[in-house]
């Protein structure tokens, strides 16, 4: 089945720098991959997502990034803010199901 | 209400202790998603219902139990709770069912079975 590993566990950026998640998959049949924000206390949301038809896809300061080929995805966000504190998850379908990766938790140092 | 709601929101269980946790949408979604998330391992899936009747096991069903009776409704239900169910479970809805379709999550419910 389906394996997601998500690196790192923990990132802490400087506000105003770059932050990247990477996400790998296993299963070459995956073709949707959703990355959602989990804020402190509060329930995940959807923050951008990216099928395998596509390459990149930008929304603002955050973008996603697929390579097929080696099984991996990734997260940018740029110039990050204080808001952006959280734990993002990545996700990559499985048949019927999303399987997700294990967490990043990033923190946006002042 | 407005959106996805979840009771309770905390709860200490004894084990053993049968217990259900509830689950309810106003957004008229077909689909209805129960996970757990464990901290380490990110968010699992428990059970799923793509539609009002119909049930399916995710990657961790063993010792629970869901039922759909109507379009609003998910409870997730322990029969006889064990320790190793201590988590934080979230129930989810989307518009459809299938993979591609955003999840909307509710508040959560932590569980701790002693």
């Known amino acids: 089945g389906e394996n997601v590993e998500q690196h790192p566990s923990t990132l802490s950026v400087q506000e105003g720098d770059s932050a990247v998640i990477k996400c790998t998959y296993s299963?070459?049949?995956?073709?949707?991959f959703p990355w959602y924000k989990q804020e402190l206390g509060k329930r995940p949301q959807l923050i951008i997502d990216i099928r395998s038809n596509v390459g990149e896809k930008k929304d603002q300061r955050i973008a996603v990034t697929l390579n097929k080929t080696a099984k991996h995805f990734s997260l940018h966000i740029t110039e990050t803010q204080p808001e952006d504190s959280a734990v993002y998850f990545c996700?990559?379908?499985?048949?019927?199901?999303?399987?997700w990766g294990a967490g990043t938790k990033l923190i946006i140092k002042p | 209400i407005a959106g996805i709601t979840q009771a309770p929101t905390s709860q200490i269980l004894a084990a053993g202790r049968r217990m259900t946790l509830r689950c309810t949408q106003d957004m008229r979604h077909n689909a209805m998603y129960w996970y757990r998330q464990d901290l380490g391992l990110g968010l699992r899936l428990i059970h799923y219902?793509?539609?009002?009747?119909?049930?399916g096991k995710g990657e961790v069903p063993d010792g629970y139990s869901v039922s759909r009776a109507n379009t609003d409704d998910f409870p997730l239900t322990l029969a006889s709770a064990v320790p190793s169910q201590t988590s934080v479970y979230f129930c989810a809805s989307s518009e459809q069912g299938g993979v591609y379709n955003e999840q909307f999550f509710g508040p959560g419910t932590r569980l701790t079975v002693l």
């Open positions: 996700a990559a379908s499985s048949s019927y199901q999303l399987i």
């Open positions: 219902s793509n539609t009002a009747g119909t049930t």
């Open positions: 299963d070459s049949a995956s073709n949707y």
